[in-house]
């Protein structure tokens, strides 16, 4: 478990705003959480400067712009030493059509999130990948069928006991 820094009431609600609109207006935001404009906008800035904030991104309804399919893969490598797991981990940070992966415990070691444009160009992916990194054991792929469930930011109430305002 990573340590994870200490926020108060009122940087959980800054951050809260932010996950549900990245784009709103210091003043706005400020309004939000019942802060003035100059103490909102420099929590805001500090929680940057922290890396508590990592970036801002556009949710794109990528339905809406390409036809693709996603494909969840869970990987087992032969070898689980940390040279071969960095190995897999670089060709996989290299290869943009892996939007996310995870390192993982159970039966796996990984499960990667793919988008392509079709299942015959993941299938082409995919045999790339097993050539360049012979330590790839298996594979198993599942297309995702639809989302259910879109995600809309961390339930951050539920995981942060904040520390009383002013620290």
Known sequence: MRKSQRVDKTDLKILTALQAAGRISNLDLA???????????????????????????????????????????????????????GAFEQLIEETPEAIACYQISGNFDYIVHFVCRSVGDYVKLHNA???????????????????????????????????????
């Open 31 to 85: 309004a939000k959480v019942g802060l003035s404009a100059s103490p909102c906008h420099a929590r805001h800035r500090q929680m940057e400067k922290q890396k508590i904030i990592r970036g801002y991104r556009a949710d794109i309804d990528l339905d809406k712009v390409a036809d693709h399919v996603e494909i969840l893969s869970f990987v087992t490598l032969h070898k689980h030493g940390r040279a071969q797991q």
């Open 129 to 167: 990948l097993i050539e360049q990194d012979p330590n790839i054991a298996s594979v198993t792929t599942n297309v995702i069928m639809s989302e259910t469930k879109k995600f809309t930011g961390y339930p951050l109430k539920e995981l942060i006991e904040p520390v009383e305002s002013g620290s």
